[in-house]
């Protein structure tokens, strides 16, 4: 173990997780087995090896299929309330286990040890949902027109619900999906990124307890390793439901190969999130929304801040609270409290973040906080850089693409519709945030004229809260 993993209680985190130094990355509940080729995970807080996973083959994959399959017939029986109640030990059990899967979070994929705790919260959150959804999966009774006849509607579960997450939130992700699967009826078969695979085998392992405990069947809650794993989820039509999470390049892959078999898809992919800064917005309000949806998570969420549009007339005041903000950001280990901005998940990350600010420059930007990759003493992963500032037009190429990296585009605009026509003039949509005091900009903002991403704030950053409504 290395000295950030001893000092901030890593190796006592894991042995709580269940992970050991080579882990079977297929599971049906209780029962783990792997047979395929074995990767390593690596922490990008300081390059160390955490573990090993033995990924699944197709073999395995299929006999995980088996389970829970079967496990579906005998699940969707067991009355609503029942599944909800089990739902909500499981939730009990995140909470038991909420510091430690927080720690792993943290190092595994390297986003602040705040925001781990606050992802299993989130997973905590989602199962008390589920649980009151439970006693809530009402239908409708209709009149007719025939004579001593009634319509009524009812839903039923629809099998086996396919879950393929991204290594930036990578454990929530998979819970929001697989408790509402849960409630509903259905069973899951989770794929986690070959990024973060070690998350995915420590939430089997915490809720194992509670499958057992109550005898639920063997493949209600499956997981699978590997990217092969990805694509048999995509091509399996005993899979009537896929929930994938990732790169926009990739979900159209998945989109594709699912409709190709007339399956279904729910798709969470990138965003381009933009801020408006109006003549009429309070600077000190938005320091924090902008600051904290620039770097957060080292800019890799898919609502972080990527484009601030900021009237002219406030331009060059909200540019220097800026980069006396930045000046102040500390960057470094994510599981030491004192630090803001820790590592990128790895090095091809960096180097995305890099060739985007040359981009950047070949276009014609101007950059206001430099950028770089930051070396020395307690960054040897190579993954850390610098939050940076770059002025540019709205049209340009790498303004257009998102790149998932602390880069954050300004730009300026004098009316206020001007500014909503940047704002949604990307191709991507997800979440967007204007901060003003004046109403009538607060209104047009929210309204059919205004943002027409998922999400539309007022007077808060957009990296608060998350949608699947996106604009594709």
Not at 37 to 63: C, N, Q
Not at 122 to 133: K, Y
Not at 165 to 193: H, L, Q
Not at 438 to 451: D, K, V
Request: charged letters at 20%; one cysteine or more; aromatic letters at 6%.
């Amino acid at each position: 173990m290395t000295t950030i993993a001893k000092s901030f209680g890593i190796e006592l985190a894991l042995k709580q997780l269940g992970i050991e130094a080579l882990n079977d990355g297929t599971s049906t509940g209780e029962n783990n087995f792997a047979n395929g080729k074995i990767i390593e995970s690596y922490s990008p807080a300081d390059g160390a090896l955490i573990a090993k996973v033995k990924t699944s083959t197709k073999e395995d994959y299929e006999k995980a299929m088996q389970k829970a399959t079967e496990a579906f017939l005998e699940w969707r029986l067991i009355p609503a309330p029942r599944r909800g109640e089990i739902v909500r030990q499981m939730g009990d059990e995140l909470r038991k286990f909420k510091e430690p899967l927080g720690k792993l979070v943290s190092y595994e994929m390297g986003k602040s040890l705040q925001e781990g705790y606050g992802e299993v919260q989130e997973m905590i959150d989602i199962c008390d949902f589920a649980v009151g959804l439970s006693r809530q999966l009402y239908g409708l009774t209709m009149h007719s027109e025939r004579p001593m006849h009634r319509m009524y509607e009812q839903y039923h579960p629809i099998g086996t619900v396919g879950i393929i997450s991204a290594f930036n939130f990578p454990v929530a992700v998979w819970s929001w999906n697989a408790m509402i699967a849960f409630v509903c009826g259905d069973v899951a078969i989770w794929k986690p990124s070959s990024k973060v695979p070690l998350c995915g085998i420590a939430c089997q392992n915490i809720i194992k307890t509670v499958l057992k405990r109550n005898n639920v069947p063997e493949g209600v809650s499956c997981l699978v390793t590997g990217n092969e794993s990805g694509d048999l989820i995509n091509n399996d039509a005993r899979i009537p439901l896929v929930s994938f999470t990732g790169s926009t390049r990739i979900g159209r892959h998945v989109s594709k190969t699912v409709a190709e078999r007339f399956g279904n898809t729910i798709l969470e992919l990138g965003g381009n999130n933009a801020i408006i800064v109006s003549e009429h917005a309070d600077i000190s309000m938005v320091l924090v929304g902008a600051v904290f949806g620039a770097v957060g998570t080292a800019g890799q969420r898919c609502t972080s801040t990527r484009r601030l549009i900021i009237h002219e007339s406030v331009y060059d005041k909200t540019i220097s609270v800026l980069k006396n903000a930045y000046g102040q950001l500390k960057i470094g280990n994510p599981l030491d409290e004192n630090n803001h901005v820790g590592p990128l998940i790895d090095k091809g990350a960096v180097q995305e973040y890099l060739e985007a600010i040359e981009k950047a420059k070949k276009e014609g930007a101007t950059i206001v906080v430099e950028g770089g990759v930051v070396e020395g003493t307690g960054f040897e992963s190579g993954c850390y850089v610098k939050p940076c500032i770059i002025e540019a037009e709205n049209h340009f190429d790498i303004v257009q693409t998102e790149t998932f990296a602390p880069i954050l585009y300004v730009m300026k605009y004098s009316k206020i519709e001007e500014a909503i026509a940047m704002q949604n003039g990307v191709p991507q949509g997800l979440s967007s945030s204007i901060f003003t005091n004046n109403m009538r900009e607060m209104e047009l903002f929210l309204s059919q004229s205004g943002s027409d991403c998922g999400i539309a704030n007022v007077n808060i950053g957009n990296a608060t809260i998350r949608t699947r409504l996106r604009k594709e």
